[in-house]
């Protein structure tokens, strides 16, 4: 079977960046390593699929739909032919046109980036691989936060490797822009 890559750049959206609603550690490093997977994306004419994160949960104070906070980040702003799918969820295939999407396109191989490392990214890569995708996570394209468990403080940076690690084995391969791009 021939193979067919696509770019999913999940929840690159304005309240993950300095001064939103939920601002990540290094979401904007994140974002121009994201902005030149999809340049190379964009040069080779191949399919590109914005994932934006809407909360509809009540009381949500991030994603907000019809907030400038939700919209997707002007460093990976979506062009005339790229997809947009709207999520509620974190896993970017539960109760949205994804998987359909992705079928009748052709598509066997999923490159990865986005935010969060530890919640959306880490959900929609193991659902992918669970579907028969074939996946590449951008490490240097994706972004978290700090977490907290059980009165313990584990930093961001800590929380990106673990995720990334747990990836890098059966769901995915795991790059940086530098090593894709170098393929």
Do not use: W
Not at 38 to 65: M, N, Y
Request: glycine share 4%; charged share 20%.
């Amino acid at each position: 079977m021939e193979t067919k890559k696509a770019l999913l750049i999940i929840d690159m959206q304005n309240d993950y960046f300095e001064y939103g609603a939920n601002p990540l550690t290094g979401s904007l490093e994140a974002s121009l390593k994201a902005k030149e997977i999809l340049e190379a994306f964009r040069k080779d004419s191949l399919p590109v699929i914005h994932i934006q994160h809407l909360s509809v949960r009540p009381g949500s104070t991030f994603f907000v739909p019809n907030t400038a906070g939700a919209e997707i980040h002007k460093n990976v702003f979506p062009v005339d032919g790229e997809r947009v799918i709207t999520k509620n969820y974190p896993n970017s295939f539960r109760e949205t046109p994804l998987l359909d999407y992705l079928i009748s396109n052709g598509i066997t191989d999923l490159v990865i980036c986005g935010m969060m490392t530890h919640m959306c990214v880490d959900a929609t890569t193991r659902a992918a691989k669970d579907f028969g995708f074939n996946c590449i996570v951008i490490s240097d394209a994706c972004a978290t936060k700090d977490l907290e468990i059980q009165a313990q403080t584990v930093s961001a940076k800590d929380v990106q490797y673990a995720f990334l690690a747990a990836l890098d084995y059966f769901y995915s391969t795991v790059k940086t822009t530098r090593e894709y791009l170098a393929q």
